[in-house]
């Protein structure tokens, strides 16, 4: 009876989550083997299987040349977006609601919540916690959930409308539609993510989204006394 019900439980989650187990399955190939992933993609395709599928891209560490990359991680269906990098086909309602088990499990929570509803894209956020949300496949801004497929295409029609001069006023009513809010809670949304109406001398306010200034790199001081200084110095 055990032997079936192992046999049975394996067959379900691999159905549903097989895109992240052929990812982890190739992150922990031998290196210098036929299946191996490069380092850097391997070591993308771990942090990823042990996130629930997804990571911000934000404060990740991406090489300057991500083509070599991007063409080993994109048979595993892994996806570079804006903010995130992820596998789409986890969003599925059937792997979203497994991914969040998962995490309650592994978090060891007193209460297993249930997953956000099949095909809801975005939604009030309510008592559930951030990192379920997560794990789920959303992100949360200005207390709403987003779906991280919604997110992107959210900036993809903020950056349209941005490029094309589009009045922001015009383009309203299309990003609060994909968002299922109101005006309101639209605009506080978009603010969180970085938008701003911005106004145009002899023209309507527009979208814009701020670029971010470059932190000076910290300067690097050696202590001449450490063994490796020399090495130090040539890696400064």
Excluded at 3 to 8: D, N, S
Excluded at 155 to 180: C, H, M
Excluded at 205 to 227: C, G, H, S, Y
């Amino acid at each position: 009876v055990q032997a079936r019900l192992e046999k049975f439980l394996t067959a379900r989650i691999e159905a549903r989550i097989e895109p992240l187990l052929a990812l982890a399955r190739a992150a922990e190939a031998r290196a210098g083997s036929d299946t191996a992933l490069p380092s850097y993609a391997r070591g993308l395709a771990h942090q990823l299987a042990e996130n629930f599928g997804s990571l911000d891209r934000e404060g990740l560490a991406l090489p300057e040349k991500l083509g070599p990359v991007l063409r080993a991680l994109k048979p595993f269906g892994v996806w570079f977006g804006r903010r995130a990098v992820y596998l789409p086909r986890l969003l599925r309602p059937d792997a979203a609601s497994l991914l969040g088990l998962f995490w309650g499990i592994w978090t060891k929570q007193e209460q297993l919540m249930g997953p956000p509803a099949p095909g809801l894209t975005s939604f009030a956020r309510g008592p559930e916690p951030e990192e379920f949300l997560r794990a789920a496949g959303f992100r949360v801004f200005a207390g709403r959930a987003i779906r991280l497929d919604m997110l992107e295409r959210l900036e993809t029609e903020l950056e349209k409308a941005a490029a094309g001069g589009a009045s922001a006023e015009a383009s309203l009513p299309k990003l609060v539609s994909l968002l299922g809010a109101g005006n309101e809670e639209g605009k506080t949304v978009l603010a969180a993510l970085g938008w701003r109406m911005v106004s145009v001398e002899g023209a309507s306010a527009v979208w814009r989204k701020p670029r971010e200034r470059r932190r000076p790199e910290p300067e690097i001081r050696i202590n001449e006394a450490l063994p490796f200084a020399g090495l130090a110095q040539l890696v400064k």
